[in-house]
């Protein structure tokens, strides 16, 4: 199958100098389009500003904003069909701001200029594919995966608790529970996550 991974973080500038983010480092999307080429599908990786090696077989592009990764993803789904995958790993801003300033703003003006816009949700706009969704919750994570896998149209949702240790942004490993939109729950053990991103992919080709 075709299957298409959005991975890392996405950055809103300001101006030239400054932008919105937040700290993922891309590492489980990195694992997910490692794992699915191992199993032979044909992956793009669509990455945010993330320092990691592109792994074998992968074709990768990389963007920055929100924004970009949309086009992006729009681009590398051109002609897919209801046999391909799309797989969010993607820590995209929700937010950004309303305007990016040709020139370095001054400490001064910030409060006045910084003005916030809606970005696109990337997953929830793709149409006519499989979805896999992540939700990275500190509090009713079961019923909040359920409630995106059901308002995204997702086959299903990975869920983790970023409160606990050993999960979230940076770390090697993760736990997670995989949601699916009627409320069932495949709760897995903390495992490294490149193991969790094997999990996934089986579960895509198991259906
Ligand atoms: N996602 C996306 N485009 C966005 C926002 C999120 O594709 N603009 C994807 C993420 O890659 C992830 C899932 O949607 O797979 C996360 O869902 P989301 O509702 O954005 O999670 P939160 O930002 O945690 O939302 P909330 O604040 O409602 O909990």
């Known amino acids: 199958m075709r299957v298409v991974v959005t991975a890392g973080p996405t950055r809103e500038y300001l101006d030239p100098v400054r932008f919105l983010s937040n700290p993922s ?10 794992a699915a080429a191992e199993r032979g599908h044909d992956v793009t990786l669509i990455a945010g500003p993330v320092s990691l090696k592109t792994p074998k077989g992968v074709r990768r592009v990389d963007v920055t904003s929100a924004r970009d990764m949309e086009r992006a993803v729009k681009a590398a789904l051109c002609g897919a069909g209801e046999s391909d995958a799309l797989i969010a790993t993607a820590a995209v801003a929700d937010w950004r701001p309303a305007m990016c300033a040709k020139r370095k703003l001054k400490k001064s003006q910030m409060e ?4 916030l816009a809606r970005n696109p949700d990337i997953l929830k706009g793709a149409k006519g594919v499989r979805k896999v969704g992540f939700a990275a919750e500190t509090d009713n994570i079961l019923a909040e995966a359920a409630r995106k896998c059901r308002e ?16 979230g942004f940076g770390t090697d490993t993760n736990r997670v529970s995989f949601v699916s939109a009627d409320g069932s729950v495949e709760s897995l053990p903390l495992m490294g996550k490149l193991a969790v991103a ?3 992919v089986r579960r895509l080709e198991g259906r």
Do not use: P, Q
């Open 25 to 34: 480092t891309g590492k489980m999307g990195f694992a997910v389009a490692r």
């Open 112 to 115: 006045s200029v910084l003005k």
């Open 152 to 167: 995204k149209r997702l086959e299903f949702v990975v869920a983790n608790d970023v409160g606990e240790a050993g999960c």
């Open 198 to 200: 094997r999990r996934i």
